[in-house]
């Protein structure tokens, strides 16, 4: 059973860092890694999606990588902004029935 | 402006009452999907449908019913039978191309609380 984990669970850094949240997953036999931002109270947000086959997408400020092998995505965000206060969560695609399979979450806040 | 509608944003049940909760899409995106978010325990996928007039359970079923009438339309009912329905509910949906099905898109959500 596939089973998606990120760590850690709430991150707490200085306006302007870089710093890069892990997605981990147990089955490596998956059709997409796709990563959400989150608001409090706010529907999900897709931020980059990472086809199974690629090994990193970018948008902006963020990079996100993909390492099937291993299990193992990251998300890296440059120059971190207190805008970027949110949560950001993981999901797998792991059938061809589009269903993704979620981690609990990194609560991420940026402080001026 | 093309998107996914969820209403209402809030809505209160009292026991023993069904709900029903609205997703319409005009993506034109073929699959949709209800999921729970409690806190805590991140989200979990209830109902999905792939096609009109068929869905399938999710890991968390019981206690729900959808229909897919339209192809923009997933409507969810919590039923009394749902026993602890307090969360919040997350719609979904995803075009199926080349093959496979692509990048999910969320509505903002509805949060459901029983009094």
């Known amino acids: 059973k596939q089973e998606v984990t990120q760590i850690p669970a709430a991150l707490s850094v200085p306006e302007g860092e870089n710093l890069v949240l892990n997605c981990s997953f147990t089955?490596?036999?998956?059709?997409?890694l796709q990563w959400f931002r989150q608001d409090p109270g706010k529907g999900l947000t897709s931020l980059l999606l990472?086809?199974?086959?690629?090994r990193e997408q970018t948008s902006g400020r963020l990079n996100a990588s993909l390492d099937k092998s291993s299990g193992r995505s990251t998300l890296y965000i440059a120059a971190s902004q207190p805008g970027d206060s949110a949560t950001y969560l993981c999901?797998?695609?792991?059938?061809?029935?589009?269903?993704?399979?979620f981690g609990q979450g990194t609560t991420l806040q940026v402080k001026p | 402006d093309g998107g996914i509608t969820q209403s209402p944003k809030y809505l209160f049940r009292k026991e023993g009452q069904n709900v029903t909760l609205s997703c319409e899409q005009n993506?034109?995106?073929?699959?949709m999907y209800w999921y729970r978010q409690d806190p805590g325990q991140g989200l979990r996928l209830i109902y999905y449908s792939q096609i009109v007039n068929d869905f399938q359970k999710g890991d968390i079923a019981e206690g729900y019913s959808v229909s897919r009438e339209k192809k923009e339309s997933f409507p969810l009912t919590v039923t009394s039978a749902q026993k602890n329905p307090t969360a919040f509910y997350l719609c979904?949906?995803?075009?199926?191309?080349?093959?496979?099905?692509?990048?999910?898109?969320f509505g903002p959500g509805t949060r459901l609380t029983v009094l």
């Open positions: 993506l034109n995106h073929d699959a």
């Open positions: 979904a949906s995803t075009p199926f191309r080349t093959g496979s099905y692509n990048e999910q898109f």
């Open positions: 089955d490596s036999a998956i059709y997409n």
């Open positions: 999901a797998v695609q792991a059938s061809n029935t589009g269903k993704l399979i």
């Open positions: 990472i086809q199974s086959s690629q």
